[in-house]
């Protein structure tokens, strides 16, 4: 099983969550802030050092006005 933070599926997951982020026109700041989070959980995320699990998943998504499910079609 590869590991998840260094798969290129994983990272093209994040970069797609990071594209909508920024195509809403949200900083990093606002997003963590919608989230209830630190900027720094939220950079850390977006960098590939920490991993979001399913349920963080989802609240991004969710944060970012987005369907999950679209996002997890790109890891197939």
Known sequence: MIKTISSP???RLIG???ANR???GL???ALAELL???TTAVHRIESLERRL??????QFCAALEIDPLE???LLR
Do not use: N, P
């Open 71 to 73: 996002g997890i079609r």
């Open 53 to 58: 699990d399913v349920f963080e998943y989802v």
């Open 22 to 24: 920024q195509a809403k």
């Open 16 to 18: 797609w969550l990071i």
């Open 27 to 29: 900083s990093i700041r």
């Open 9 to 11: 599926r994983y990272a």
């Open 36 to 38: 209830s989070v630190t």
